[in-house]
Nanobody, 127 residues
Framework: QLQLVESGGGLVQPGGSLRLSCAAS????????IGWFRQAPGKEREGLAC????????NYADSVKGRFTISRDNAKNAQYLQMNSLTPEDSAVYFC????????????????????WGQGTQVTVSS
């Protein structure tokens, strides 16, 4: 059974950076699409970025394009989200998710398309 565990969240000042990690175990994800999502209190879950199994194709939400970078290391069965130029509006619980047979494109930023989810890691951006 696939397990996803996020780490790397915490408190950061505005303008700072964090790198989130998502460790997978149980199943190798080299042919799976990976997505990163976030949810702030009182708001809907928002798709941020997704990456293809090979790591070649990526897609980003407009809200994070140019600031966040999604990547993966299939040899380590791990995926990452580098977050730069953070603002208080980025404060949320961040989740990684995985789905087989999902192409990178419009639907890879929809939470309805993912079968497996991590537990989430809190990111707080505040001075």
């Amino acid at each position: 059974q696939l397990q996803l565990v996020e780490s790397g969240g915490g408190l950061v000042q505005p303008g700072g950076s964090l790198r989130l990690s998502c460790a997978a175990s149980g199943i190798g994800l080299d042919y799976w699409t990976i997505g990163w999502f976030r949810q702030a209190p009182g708001k809907e879950r928002e798709g941020l970025a997704c990456i293809s199994g090979s790591g070649i194709s990526t897609n980003y939400a407009d809200s994070v394009k140019g600031r966040f970078t999604i990547s993966r290391d299939n040899a380590k069965n791990a995926q990452y989200l580098q977050m730069n130029s953070l603002t208080p509006e980025d404060s949320a619980v961040y989740f990684c998710a995985a789905s087989p047979f999902l192409q990178v494109g419009l639907w890879c930023l929809s939470d309805r398309e993912y079968d497996y989810w991590g537990q989430g890691t809190q990111v707080t951006v505040s001075s």
